[in-house]
């Protein structure tokens, strides 16, 4: 069984004076306190060590979101009382390598921010061969107000990002409604803003979620992730891939015959390999180069370039073959396809086949 997530408020705040006002107030429901980035930048480290004086008992997070001088910024946030520091995810990886070295020396912790990182496993690669195990995923405001939601393709990356190894926050509209949407998943921190600063009852809504955190996370994620690692057949596999990624639009094909489908005794795909004929007007070596930079930790080696005009997808090479290992690949390609121009159904492709793995 894992620990349910730890609640963190997000004080996002543009005066120090209602912020602290609800610290004050809310503090009792929390684990962390989050100094948010517009209270970082209009009260400066003021703000961190009122909130450290205010709740000397409580984790403190500066989002700081550092772009450059990675150390600087973790030393001045830690030396004013902070726990924990943000590092925006387009950083030099100098800058994430001098402040993840400052939080390590100094017992704290630094997370990375995936605020527009769009080669978000490539890059999540690079950083944990620093040494970085905390990752804040989440949907940015300005995605909340032009109408994005969570996604089952979210919940594929962030499983990917857990089976790196890193421990995850998620944030972004969290409310009491959307907790049951992440409960399979093993996450560190959920991050609660608006949800709980905004409710009629601020300690109250607080409570309310902390107490809904850990009875939807009493053991419901540990035993729903060790499903999705569960080992599936080699055949089901690649029928969840093939299936998944007709849903995107695409068209399965062998030696360049179209597929007439998996159900069909005429059908051309027996083994574990799909190749897959790519959209007219792509450019195959960058849709690979793509792909493969998008894929997980042991994956790369499960997709190609075939013969002219597709590309192959064969999971009877994965190191692990499993209901993440199949989703993960389904999402590379998804995103793969979208780089290079061209639209693809994710959220179809997914369902078609957890539908399919769910036989």
């Known amino acids: 069984m894992t620990n349910p997530p730890l609640l963190q408020l997000a004080l996002d705040y543009i005066s120090l004076p209602p912020a602290l006002v609800m610290a004050s107030l809310v503090a009792p ?3 962390i306190i989050e100094i948010g980035t517009p209270l970082c930048k209009a009260a400066g480290l003021e703000a961190i060590r009122a909130v450290r004086e205010l709740c000397p008992d409580k984790l403190i997070l500066a989002d700081f979101k550092t772009p450059d001088v990675g150390g600087l910024e973790a030393t001045i946030a830690f030396d004013a009382g902070a726990d924990m520091v943000t590092v925006i995810g387009g950083a030099a990886l100098a800058t994430v ?3 993840y070295e400052v939080a390590r020396k100094r017992g704290k912790q630094m997370l990375m ?3 527009g990182v769009r080669d978000i496993l490539a890059r999540a690669a690079e950083w944990r061969q620093i040494g970085v195990e905390r990752l804040v995923y989440h949907r940015e405001w300005d995605a909340q107000s032009a109408g994005r939601e969570w996604s089952e393709a979210d919940k594929v990356i962030i499983r990917q990002l857990i089976n790196m190894g890193y421990k995850l926050t998620v944030t972004g509209g969290l409310n009491m409604e959307l907790l049951p949407f992440f409960a ?3 996450i560190s921190i959920l991050i609660c803003g608006r949800g709980i600063r905004e409710a009629p009852d601020p300690r109250a809504a607080a409570r309310a979620m902390r107490l809904a955190i850990a009875e939807i996370w009493s053991g419901s994620s540990s035993n729903n992730f060790q499903a999705n690692q569960k080992s599936i057949p080699v055949d089901l596999a690649a029928k969840a891939i093939r299936w998944g990624v007709s849903e995107m639009g695409l068209s399965l094909t062998v030696n360049g015959n179209n597929c007439p489908g998996c159900n069909s005794p005429a059908r051309l795909c027996q083994s574990s390999r799909t190749e897959v004929r790519l959209p007219a007007g792509i450019e195959r070596q960058k849709f690979i180069t793509e792909l493969i930079g998008n894929t997980g930790a042991g994956q790369s080696q499960a997709v190609g370039l ?4 597709s590309f192959y997808i064969d999971v009877g090479v994965l190191p692990q073959i499993n209901q993440d290992s199949v989703l993960g690949l389904l ?3 998804s995103v793969a396809l979208q780089k290079v121009g ?4 994710l959220n179809a492709a997914l369902t078609a086949a957890k539908n399919i793995l769910t036989e």
């Open 184 to 186: 399979d998943l093993p």
């Open 306 to 309: 075939d013969s002219p005009g």
């Open 331 to 333: 999402s590379a390609t």
């Open 97 to 99: 390598e001098q402040a």
């Open 342 to 345: 061209h639209a693809a159904n």
């Open 29 to 31: 429901e929390v684990d």
């Open 113 to 115: 921010e995936l605020t």
